[in-house]
């Protein structure tokens, strides 16, 4: 008899036939959603509570993958969220269904291949390299060492400008207790590097096209995206008297790349008051939409949440809110008068899934206009222009 372990706010999954592997389930919850390529079976089920997936293989594994994305929630790491794990579903714990587990489908979440023009990423290559690099940098922050980083264990979010990812599979990951090693990042990187080669030399097989024409040296450049970000987020600075703007400046740069700052340590060098060197904890990459939620209630991913901030303080601008009280009145007034219309709007239209990111390709719309003019043209005047130009930057820009 299988076990389950299901966390609360969830249905319990106890009307779906568990002694049955899921490929051959038939079920009024089953729905067919696109999804990337598994080595396990995957199946997607819908709820009054959500939509869930089910990814059906072995005990350990199981076990492995639950307790790990478990982990990495709770320190707000970019991972699927674990919802329960199934186990006891054969008398064999290695039989590749002898366990599931269960996560929360990520809404408007899509696989690497739905953006590959050819062998290559086309106009979003390096959005998604550098999305990529950043999962990597803040899966290491938290102490996590994945062991099994593809393009295929990742999924990809249109997140205003940029691309945001998250981890998917995490049967191989570990946390550790302390900090990663230069090593143990290293060898993660290596692991990374090989399988995004092996992952384009496929796509290059199933397109036909020669596999010289193949972006082998794709995982390089991600390589490459990771070390210069993590120095950025790690080194250490050395400051001299006077220079204390330093540390205001280090912590303005690392929040405009979305990272918070949890501690600030200033520690002599080598006894010399005189000089400090600067260590700073990097928290979770939540910053402007940690910011946004705080001020109006909006969950939003982080470029999303800096573009709508921006919008946000421009209408605090010219409507007032120069008191702690002012701004908290202007940002509800803010939501009620000008965001939420525009999502209902935008939600309406055919063809939008994400009326979230469509606002935020509106509002980039109407900054390119207004600059272009000179003058704020206004909201209702960029949105007809969007329109007719075609809605440009939902979703590929």
């Known amino acids: 008899m299988a076990l389950l372990t299901i966390r609360p706010g969830h249905p319990d999954f106890l009307d779906l036939p568990w002694e049955r592997t899921i490929a051959d389930w038939e079920v009024p919850e089953l729905v067919d959603l696109p999804k990337g390529i598994s080595r396990h079976q995957v199946r997607f089920l819908r709820y009054p509570e959500g939509v869930y997936v089910v990814k059906e293989l072995p005990t350990s594994p199981a076990r492995n993958d639950y307790q790990v994305l478990r982990a990495l929630e709770n320190v707000g790491a970019p991972a699927v969220r674990p919802v329960g794990l199934v186990e006891g579903r054969s008398s064999d714990p290695t039989e590749e269904r002898s366990a599931a587990l269960i996560t929360a489908?990520?809404?408007?979440?899509?696989?690497?291949?739905?953006?590959?023009?050819?062998?290559?990423?086309?106009?979003?290559?390096?959005?998604?390299?550098?999305?990529?690099?950043?999962?990597?940098?803040?899966?290491?922050?938290?102490?996590?060492?994945?062991?099994?980083?593809?393009?295929?264990?990742?999924?990809?979010?249109?997140?205003?400008?940029?691309?945001?990812?998250?981890?998917?599979?995490?049967?191989?990951?570990?946390?550790?207790?302390?900090?990663?090693?230069?090593?143990?990042r290293e060898q993660d990187l290596e692991i990374m590097i090989e399988n995004v080669a092996g992952g384009m030399a496929d796509i290059a097989v199933e397109a036909n096209a020669d596999i010289d024409d193949a972006d082998l040296a794709l995982g390089e450049d991600i390589a490459d995206r990771y070390r210069a970000l993590w120095a950025e987020l790690t080194t250490e600075e050395v400051i001299h008297p006077g220079e204390r703007f330093r540390v205001r400046d280090r912590i303005a740069r690392l929040n405009?790349?979305?990272?918070?700052?949890?501690?600030?340590?200033?520690?002599?060098?080598?006894?010399?008051?005189?000089?400090?060197?600067?260590?700073?904890?990097?928290?979770?990459?939540r910053f402007h939409a940690t910011r946004l939620r705080e001020l109006t209630g909006i969950d939003a991913l982080e470029h999303q949440a800096r573009q709508?901030?921006?919008?946000?303080?421009?209408?605090?601008?010219?409507?007032?809110?120069?008191?702690?009280?002012?701004?908290?009145?202007?940002?509800?007034?803010?939501?009620?008068?000008?965001?939420?219309p525009q999502i209902?709007?935008?939600?309406?239209?055919?063809?939008?899934?994400?009326?979230?990111?469509?606002?935020?390709?509106?509002?980039?719309?109407?900054?390119?206009?207004?600059?272009?003019?000179?003058?704020?043209?206004?909201?209702?005047a960029a949105f007809a222009a969007w329109e007719a130009a075609g809605r440009p930057g939902y979703p590929l820009g």
């Open 344 to 380: 209902r709007r935008l939600g309406a239209l055919e063809g939008v899934v994400d009326p979230l990111q469509a606002y935020c390709d509106l509002l980039h719309h109407r900054f390119v206009m207004s600059e272009q003019a000179g003058r704020d043209v206004g909201t209702e």
């Open 105 to 184: 489908y990520e809404p408007y979440s899509f696989s690497y291949r739905e953006l590959l023009s050819g062998p290559g990423f086309g106009p979003r290559r390096a959005q998604m390299l550098d999305a990529f690099a950043n999962l990597l940098v803040q899966l290491h922050l938290a102490r996590c060492f994945w062991g099994d980083c593809s393009l295929s264990n990742v999924l990809y979010r249109f997140d205003a400008e940029a691309i945001q990812t998250i981890m998917v599979d995490a049967e191989t990951g570990r946390i550790f207790d302390g900090p990663l090693s230069d090593g143990q």
């Open 256 to 285: 405009h790349l979305g990272f918070d700052v949890e501690e600030v340590e200033l520690v002599p060098v080598d006894d010399d008051v005189s000089r400090l060197r600067v260590r700073v904890a990097v928290g979770s990459r």
């Open 308 to 340: 709508i901030l921006s919008d946000l303080y421009s209408y605090q601008a010219t409507h007032g809110g120069e008191t702690s009280a002012g701004k908290h009145v202007s940002a509800i007034r803010w939501r009620v008068t000008e965001f939420e």
